[in-house]
């Protein structure tokens, strides 16, 4: 973590931290008088699943927020509100998700599925236009060119992919699903090139 | 980051990130018996509005934090309250933005943008109190002191401004909320000098 | 801020934070049906003069768990849980300041004003322990000795006059509240003796 | 704190920060209506009772990680998820909380207790398997390997004994959970063996 960045960072895990737990606030304890227990729990499983979903995506992109941050050396003003639009995607992310629970079985459910994704497109231009900024402008430590480069690589197929989920929203709803899953498990996976500063740093220590 | 300033650093960031992510509570999600979730979702624009607004106007005053504190090196007493004024501010301002959206078409509207624009001229006062004690208390690292003058001459026009939009609140809305938004954009701008001590920290590290 | 207590403060941050913004969530913006909105504000002024009772109140035991933290320099794990006991008195602050502004007319007063004098003894006894238990296990600073006497002397007078609060309730609910809030501004009031550690660090920086 | 953890660590803190503090929105205030106030929050007593246990128990959890992390000196991609496993656990915390108070006095009493107990036979998974990852991947520093090996025994009971706490609550609910508080005892109190590292770095700061 760098100095200069260091508030940006914390600022950010916060906005994380609470857009990652203010999720349960939405799911309901069923009331005594909702019947068998066992049954009234099973009958909300879509809001469990919508719980865990989110929780997942939220948690990923913590991930590759930090990732590209372990790179950022230095910040500039851009960086700053690059990163603020970045986090309005994170924090947007509930309601999308809830939109799509209320009318999964409705029809409704083609919009709300396309709102969905479209967050997600929006997200995936967020994290490439911030790090292009911070490519263009020299914003990475001396060292990590080629774990730069791997990162570029990687985030380049995100807008055109989401673009492709969105798309099939309005085909099929359950496929552009199962794709933006898939994106997810992709983002998740670690990039091939191991950030060099770091581990340098951390071998010499 | 100064190491006396660092909790004070931390706290506000956390007001602040609270205070940004909060407002995705107010966004309800249209129940499905709204009919066509195209249409409710059109329906409820002044609440999308309403909140991307707050989320750029918090956003721009954590910038704004942000770069008052990386010139502050030191901490005494007095900033820790003037710092508690103006986090008080930030906590406040999804109320006045929820009461302009709930009376901008009825006869309350006047009323309801003097208390949006007069709670904008209580950060300004605050954000220049807060600058003024660290400006006459040497709360300054040595090296900063043209590009604090340059904040300082930008902050002196804020209440001064402010007020002119809450004055402007009981002739015509629209305009004193036009005004509001553009002295926000002023504010987003990155300030002309850059603070030496970062930079020449940066080039030396 | 040493490297051992970083996390405990950095997790006492987050709950400060969060229980100082929350309280926004209680201010209901009156709807456009509840007549003139200047009358409508109005007749909510306990709700929002609650509302700055508590950010102050909140505040300033922020400040003075910044002060307290700024002379240790080691953790064990008393301190932890003494500090988990500290800010359960933090997150229930809200409780009691709710339950009193809604029972504040009601024959509900004395029980509510003696629930919320209730919470500021337990928080000015978790203070004390702490304190005690800070100073006892050597876990300060070296260079702090005379401004740990002069702190253990402020707080060695909060439960005996917070215990005083509590008894008035049964008495005088109005004098009882005025005492209370008398014993905050004290303990807003910066200590005598200033860290020396801290100074010191400042002036050879 | 190291470097490499600091944000793992810092975005955790915020996770904990905001799920002990939700807890007091589940506290609802007797409204004057109800009667005498004292009584009224006599009747209230399991929903004080549960807020007091969930946030004991989270904060418990929040020392057994403040403990591990301190532990850790190193972070890969494996690490960030297993945290997030944890973190999972955590937020979910208050849901199984609340349905246990809900249906304690109904036939749906013990699915709400195996609910409940079976959150933390997830924790204590959770818990074991990132420790697991972190022992086995090398990412602890060189010092602490007594104190770790007396970290891995304590946590290897902890899985099947909250198995035991799960099974028991189709047989006996209150014993259930009079175990299940026994173990957050357990927990709670200090490891034998104090880190290393730590310890060290102190004596020559």
Redesign the interface.
Same mark, same amino acid.
């Given at each position: 973590?760098s100095?200069?960045t260091?508030?940006?960072?914390?600022?950010s @895990?916060?906005?994380?931290?609470?857009?990652?737990?203010?999720?349960?606030?939405n799911?309901q304890?069923?009331?005594?008088s909702a019947g #068998?227990?066992?049954a009234?729990?099973a009958r909300h499983w879509p809001t469990y699943v919508a719980f865990?979903l989110i929780?997942a995506f939220i948690?990923i992109m913590?991930?590759n927020h930090?990732r590209l941050?372990n790179h950022i050396?230095?910040c @500039?003003?851009m960086l700053?509100?690059l990163n603020?639009l970045l986090?309005?995607g994170i924090?947007?992310v509930?309601?999308p998700t809830?939109?799509l629970a209320? #009318?999964y079985s409705?029809?409704?459910r083609t919009?709300?599925a396309a709102?969905f994704n479209g967050t997600y497109v929006f997200l995936a231009i967020s994290f490439n236009v911030l790090w292009f900024h911070v490519v263009k402008r020299g914003l990475l430590g001396p060292e990590t060119q080629e774990s730069a480069n791997s990162i570029s690589r990687r985030y380049a197929v995100g807008p055109f992919s989401y673009l492709v989920c969105f798309a099939l929203s309005w085909i099929n709803v359950p496929l552009s699903l199962a794709l933006n899953i898939g994106l997810a498990i992709f983002y998740?996976l670690?990039p091939r090139t191991i950030p060099k500063g770091?581990t340098m740093?951390?071998a010499t220590?």
């Open positions: 973590m100095s200069e260091a508030r940006v960072e914390a600022f @895990d916060g906005v994380f931290a609470i857009a990652i737990t203010l999720l349960i606030l799911v304890v069923p009331p005594p #068998h227990l066992l009234a729990l865990l929780f948690g913590w991930v930090n941050f050396r230095r @500039d003003n700053m509100f603020l986090l309005l924090t947007v509930p309601f809830a939109l209320a #009318h409705t029809p409704g919009v709300a709102v998740a670690p770091r740093r951390s220590k």
